[in-house]
């Protein structure tokens, strides 16, 4: 007896082939208290496989595509993840990992500058926030997470990663990969990278547009 056709969305048509052809498991909406929009799914999806593949990855989304969730959610898959950041984002760190159900370790660039490291056990994921904060080699912030990341896996979170030069990204890369990232080309470097515009992923209908000055 033939089975009867069924007809589902694009977006569960499209998973389904992703799961078959490349084994790439689909994220759920649900995180915690939080519901996934697509783009930050297929952003999981994606960094997943490339931190498995490279150890390394770094999301660079513009502003407001929500890519701490996103962190958040792959945080969630880990044995035991640590979060980096700067000292005033600690709190918004806080209750973004509350609403996920997500536990994580923090510490700030601030304290590791200071010489300060985190306690207990290495972690199998570490997650750096404003990533740019660590590009540079010559600080002692710089040496303390490149000891965190070796060894394991690391996401970094920046909508500008490239501050100056090309080389802060191969610095960042490094930390993950060592100094053969310093000598990777274009094309290479840009294998860690996951970006995406606002026009990319149709986030005009969920973030508010801000109109331009007029005069009053």
Not at 86 to 91: G, I, V
Request: glycine residues 6%; hydrophobic residues 50%.
């Amino acid at each position: 007896m033939e089975r009867a056709l069924t007809f589902a969305p694009p977006r569960t048509v499209r998973a389904a082939i992703a799961r078959a052809l490349l084994g790439v498991a689909v994220t759920p909406r649900a995180l915690g208290d939080i519901v996934l929009r697509d783009h930050q799914r297929l952003a999981v999806d994606r960094l997943r496989v490339m931190l498995d593949e490279r150890r390394c990855a770094l999301l660079a989304d513009a502003v407001g595509l929500g890519k701490t969730y996103v962190a958040a959610a792959l945080a969630g898959e880990a044995d035991r993840a640590l979060v980096i950041g700067p000292a005033a984002l600690h709190s918004m760190w806080t209750g973004a990992l509350a609403r996920a159900h997500v536990r994580a370790d923090w510490i700030s660039y601030e304290t590791l500058s200071r010489g300060g490291a985190p306690r207990g056990a290495k972690p199998d994921l570490v997650v750096l926030d404003e990533a740019h904060h660590a590009r540079t080699p010559s600080t002692r912030r710089y040496r303390a997470i490149a000891e965190l990341v070796a060894g394991t896996r690391a996401l970094f979170l920046s909508a500008t990663p490239v501050h100056n030069h090309r080389h802060d990204l191969a610095s960042l890369v490094a930390l993950a990969v060592g100094s053969s990232a310093f000598t990777m080309s274009d094309a290479a470097l840009a294998r860690f990278v996951l970006r995406r515009e606002r026009a990319d992923v149709g986030a005009d209908t969920f973030i508010p547009a801000v109109s331009s000055p007029r005069p009053v």
